[in-house]
């Protein structure tokens, strides 16, 4: 996996570490962008770890793009080096799959999907070669999710799931995007899971939706007073499947300053995953009970 | 200390010199599109050049002050009235408390900068008053302004002499057609090497969907894509990546048709292919673009992306030297 860099103008370097996603490739941008972090290089300005490549801005009058490229490069090979053990936290977020809003804007927007007669978890379930939409609820809440880049807009996160590539969920995004999502919907499109963190526009399946908010500008919600944005590359979900009464119950709790969402410091080590992802999984989940 | 919006105009969004730090979460830097604007309408009030100031889109505003204060109009010709009589624009003019500031038809350009002496004092948010409406952040309670809104003033402005003015020489905006250079890059080897001479040879037009996220050209040749199998995550359509940053100015051309140049407000990520980058001297002159304007990509390489940002940075100089000049 050899990394590929580019100028994005003057002011950016985009560093591709693979064109293919995987664990490997996501953990990899991740400990370069920490150990670019850390070297606190004159000249840069900002540090974006996306999936599976990241991106460097800078001031070009304070430092040549040439010499951020060489610094970029050397940091590269002593990441490449570096154990891939992170430590970081698993959130349960409680999701309330099929429900009455994210159903509504699918039905308002059929024509810009593959397939207008049935919903868009029955066609995931279905691409997926599972039987229902029962079958497909399990296998999405089944195994953990790492956020591996926060972005598009506000606080949103892609999540990608933690299972053999065999396993992996993947559905096409709609035909043409929808100009409407409700806020929070839970989305999925190719092999990456998403949180809408804004109502908006947006191209993903959707297949449910969280009562736990996960940006907040107004900075009013408990959790959500020190920083306005939950997320951050590396957190671990697993969803929780609620029913409507768990889903109000949750938002009540947020409404009324309660809630405070389910979490556990833990350490994830990729070799260790890798030898065994369920119970891996299994392990890494003991940490919220 | 403040003025009041009788009428907003078509968009017209408090912004600064933005709010760096937050591209990592999905929080663009946001701020005016056109800087060199700002910074020139602040000076010649006497303000800090990152002062908040008023940007407003094809249409001005109507405001009514509560109090005397100097007023500049840098960007678009967007001709300023007081009380129904002409101003100049890129020129410090006295506006008593009682008077009202209105605009005529837009002249030329798209975006006015309006700065006000004290600047527009509305609370801060990530350090920043700048706007930005998708994530409610900065601006009035998080959105552009309304008719009725009271915008607050700052003081600490410096004393200024009304006819300041930006000479014309220094005053900088997109010809016709415009010309952007573009840095070649980021996912540039997945298009054919007749695509990527088309995209620098056709002649492109801004299309409607032009706005702070972004400006969409139309009118070249779709682009031919290199034929490849597509990678695990990346998506089916050949323009499709597995989802990566997107750098300010960069350029994706979904599906291989209409490239999108991402500006202040930009979307910080997702899965289209970029084929290179606006550089940093020319994203002031996107803000200035009216949908339809005929626009070429010129290719350049960093030396002379790098020359072209020492160029700008000597304008800016300029305008410092020759209003501070004038000034004493």
Known sequence: MAARYSFGGDEHIFVEVDEAMSLEAFFKSLSITNAVRESKIDGVTEICPANASFQVKFDPDRIAPDDLLAELKALESTASQAEAVLATRIVEIPVFYQDPWTHETLMRFRERHQEPKSTDIEYAAKVNGLGSADDFIKAHSGAPWFVSMVGFVAGLPFLYQMVERKRQLQVPKYLRPRTDTPKLTIGHGGCFGCIYSVRGAGGYQMFGITPMPIFDPKQEISYLRDFMVFFRPGDIVKWKPVDRDGYDAAVADVDAGRFAPRMANVTFDLNAFNAGPDAYNQKLEEALR | MSIKVIH?????????????????????????????????????????????????????????????????????????????????????????????????????????????????????????????????????????????DTLPLGNGAKAVREGLAVPQALRRGPGNPAELRVLPGLYWHRITEQAQKDFFDDTWKVANEADRMGYRFQGGKPLEFVEREQPFGAGADPSNITDACYPYGSVQVPSGTEPIILHRDAVSGGGYFMIGTVISADMDLIGQLQPHTPTNFVQVDMEEALAARQERAATLSAIRETLAGQRA
């Not at chain 2, 005016?32 to 309408?41: E, G, H, Q």
């Not at chain 2, 008023?54 to 960007?75: N, R």
């Not at chain 2, 001709?79 to 005529?104: C, H, I, M, N, Y």
């Not at chain 2, 837009?106 to 509305?122: D, E, F, M, Q, V």
Request: glycine share 14%; proline share 7%.
């Open chain 2, 8 to 148: 907003p105009g078509l968009a017209t969004t408090i912004q600064d010199l933005g709010r760096p730090g937050y591209y990592h979460l999905g929080i663009p830097i946001s701020g005016a599109m056109d800087r060199l604007a700002l910074r020139s309408a602040n000076l010649l009030v006497g303000n800090d050049e990152g002062a908040a100031g008023l940007e407003s889109v094809f249409v001005g505003p109507e405001l009514e002050f509560t109090q005397d204060a100097m007023v500049a109009v840098c960007g678009a010709e967007l001709p300023p009235r007081v009380d129904g009589e002409p101003r100049e624009t890129w020129t410090a003019f006295p506006v008593k408390a009682g008077q009202v500031l209105s605009f005529d038809f837009l002249k030329g350009g798209a975006r006015a900068y309006i700065a006000i002496s004290g600047g527009i004092n509305t609370e801060p948010k990530l350090s920043s008053r700048s706007t930005y409406a998708i994530g409610a952040l900065g601006g009035v309670n998080g959105r552009a302004v309304q008719p009725g």
